[in-house]
């Protein structure tokens, strides 16, 4: 499958970015550690993470010009198996953050931390979140294209603007429910942490399919380019 190749081109494009994603998951785990511990240091640094993956993920859009469109340009495939590609690189760099943010909730588990499930499914819905986020970002850049005025500052906002709005948004749901439990008004979350579950599942399935859905819109707006 072509779009599997262009993913790999979008990796070769990017590498140098990844040398330094150990060096924001460190990061990230030390914010996450700064503001709480045990479960709720975990939310923060998954959210902050994919604060991280929304800025990373859209990378090839900015590497894709010049002598790289030129090159890209020259090799067979459809605008579809392009776009997909670009959303398959998407996807991936989302999912392989995810999964360190799960190699970390295992390390946690195994340090004896109580993990309770209700934030595990927090965690599932972030993802959702995530996902979501790098599919409207690509949608913005394969719609509004580059070279327009303004055109790096919009896109910067763009970038930065969505996933540091979960970070803070995460910051203040820890720290609602740290408030609530010394109050001895916190409701029992664990208690719905099966429908929490359900939700978190239903997230990812949902951010899924509108992924598809926009990349299918990204198609048939590149369909009339001369480069996807």
Same mark, same amino acid.
């Given at each position: 499958?072509?779009?599997?190749?262009?993913?790999?081109?979008?990796?070769?494009?990017?590498?140098?970015?990844?040398? #330094?994603?150990? =060096?924001? #998951?460190?990061?990230?785990?030390?914010?996450? *550690?700064? =503001?709480?511990?045990?479960?709720?240091?975990?939310?923060?640094?998954?959210?902050?993470?994919? %604060?991280?993956?929304?800025?990373?993920?859209?990378?090839? #859009?900015?590497?894709?010009?010049?002598?790289?469109?030129? %090159?890209?340009?020259?090799?067979? !495939?459809?605008?579809?198996?392009?776009?997909?590609?670009?959303?398959?690189?998407?996807?991936?760099?989302?999912?392989?953050?995810?999964?360190?943010?799960?190699?970390?909730?295992?390390?946690?588990?195994?340090?004896?931390?109580?993990?309770?499930?209700?934030?595990?499914?927090?965690?599932?819905?972030?993802?959702?979140?995530?996902?979501?986020?790098?599919?409207?970002?690509?949608? %913005?850049?394969?719609?509004?294209?580059?070279?327009?005025?303004?055109?790096?500052?919009?896109?910067?906002?763009? *970038?930065?603007?969505?996933?540091?709005?979960?970070? #803070?948004?995460?910051?203040?749901?820890?720290?609602?429910?740290?408030?609530?439990?010394?109050?001895?008004?916190?409701?029992?979350?664990?208690?719905? !942490?099966?429908?929490?579950?359900?939700?978190?599942?239903?997230?990812?399935?949902?951010?899924?399919?509108?992924?598809?859905?926009?990349?299918?819109?990204?198609?048939?707006?590149?369909?009339? *380019?001369?480069?996807?």
């Amino acid at each position: 499958m072509r779009a599997l190749h262009f993913m790999k081109i979008d990796y070769v494009l990017t590498r140098k970015q990844m040398y #330094f994603m150990p =060096v924001f #998951f460190v990061l990230a785990w030390v914010v996450g *550690r700064g =503001v709480t511990e045990g479960a709720m240091s975990l939310l923060v640094t998954c959210s902050y993470t994919l %604060f991280v993956a929304s800025i990373f993920s859209t990378a090839p #859009f900015g590497y894709c010009t010049g002598k790289n469109r030129g %090159f890209l340009l020259l090799l067979p !495939a459809t605008v579809k198996e392009r776009v997909a590609g670009r959303f398959l690189y998407g996807l991936s760099f989302v999912a392989l953050l995810g999964v360190l943010c799960a190699a970390l909730w295992g390390l946690y588990a195994l340090m004896g931390y109580e993990l309770p499930l209700w934030t595990v499914a927090i965690g599932l819905c972030e993802l959702a979140v995530g996902i979501l986020m790098m599919a409207l970002e690509f949608l %913005f850049f394969y719609v509004f294209g580059e070279g327009k005025g303004n055109w790096q500052y919009l896109s910067n906002i763009v *970038r930065v603007v969505p996933g540091m709005a979960m970070f #803070f948004a995460t910051n203040g749901f820890v720290g609602e429910i740290q408030d609530m439990a010394p109050a001895g008004t916190g409701i029992d979350l664990e208690a719905f !942490a099966g429908k929490f579950m359900q939700a978190g599942v239903v997230a990812i399935m949902v951010s899924l399919l509108l992924t598809a859905v926009a990349a299918a819109i990204c198609v048939k707006v590149i369909a009339r *380019r001369d480069y996807a």
